[in-house]
């Protein structure tokens, strides 16, 4: 006898996207109460002028529900019909449960499949390769993907080489069947041998027990990073990543009309446009200037900001691409809900 | 066999696409952080095209070394030739 197998549908694209930036505007003058640094230091060396700090009540679950809500009401999609739930994060600090789980509950998606997945700042275009595999296998119909970080919780104030990058936020995206291709073959990957450029400092059972011998150590584990090898990497073999997705998908400079990078520091969004030799009309996400760098959920966010300002439009070609710890990385061109 | 003059002009080239430095500024002994206003990020973005440019390799141990123009100039010809 033969098996049934499952078939899904021709093609599937981003339906809609949403996002929840955090109330509390951390500008650089804060910052610099911490690290020895300047606003003008900050702004040159990342292109940062504030970013945002989740406050206590400002959850990895309650911006995830945030900004899918949003994701749900611009695609016009229930909570009913979404069928799975995959959430990008670095910072739910529960091994387990998963905190798409909850998530997919409090929304409403009732038996939703639901997983968390650890892909630091490619997770978003991780997330969204698989629910386009997903939907066009046939596994789920609707997927929810979300890309969610405090990380405020991990940086360590005091490292003059982190504090004033990393942030807090959520992004979502729902991706369902269309009619038109509106989703690129993904181009992805990693390299464990550059695992040590950004980590935690130490795993929670070192940390714990640090907690118990010395109280004046800064033993909460932190991430930590060596900037100038990572940039070097997004700036070069990131680019040539990048060119392979829009090879992949058959779109050339040219003919792109949008780009939007993992938000990590405008430097590298600078050096990757210039690596690609994108012509000058291509618009670009720079969100990261007034909503730092929040891993996960930096994609969403930076296309949800340029959808709602009008710089990019319903329909556009955009190339994405995400990079991080890992290393990892993910990229594909989309079409713009 | 390109002239000093000729590889420096390139560099300048490269430095005022990179970080905005006027090509004139761009001299043998101007330092790249004191004097050109060029930080390490900058420094991995000129080092990768002087690379592609001349042809050379410059691995992270000797860029550090290159201070000043004139340091990155000199390396640039030793390894070319």
Known sequence: ???????GASFSAILGVGGYRPRRIVDNAEICTYIDSSDEWIRTRSGIIERRWASADETVQMMSVAAARRAMERAD???AQIDTVIVSTVTHLYQTPAV???????????????????AACAGFCYGTAMADSFVRSGASKYVL???VERLSDMTNKHDRSTAFLFADGAGAAVIGPSD???????VWGSDGEQAPLIQQTEPWDRAL?????????PHWPTLRMDGNPVFKWAAYTMSKTAAEALDAAGVSPDDLDVFVPHQANMRITDAMFRALKLPEKVVVGRDIAYQGNTSAASIPLALEALLDSGEA??????????????????????VLP | MPTTEEVRTDLAEIV??????????????KSFTDDLDVDSLSMVEIIYAAEEKFGVSIPDEEAKNLKTVGDAVAYIERAAS
């Not at chain 1, 027990?209 to 150590?217: M, N, Q, R, S």
């Not at chain 2, 905005?20 to 043998?28: C, I, S, T």
């Open chain 1, 1 to 7: 006898m033969n098996l049934a197998v499952s078939r």
């Open chain 1, 77 to 79: 999609v229930e909570p």
């Open chain 1, 100 to 118: 798409a789980t909850t998530i997919a509950s409090e929304l409403g998606a009732t038996g939703a499949a639901a997983f968390d997945i650890s």
């Open chain 1, 145 to 147: 993907v979300v890309g």
């Open chain 1, 180 to 186: 038109e291709p509106g989703i690129g073959p993904v």
């Open chain 1, 209 to 217: 027990v640090k907690a118990e011998g010395d109280a004046g150590d």
């Open chain 1, 313 to 334: 439009k319903s329909g556009q070609t955009c190339l994405i691409i995400g990079f991080g710890a890992g290393l990892v990385y993910a990229g594909q061109v989309i």
């Open chain 2, 16 to 29: 005022n696409e990179v970080a905005g430095v006027p090509a004139d500024d761009v001299q043998l002994d």
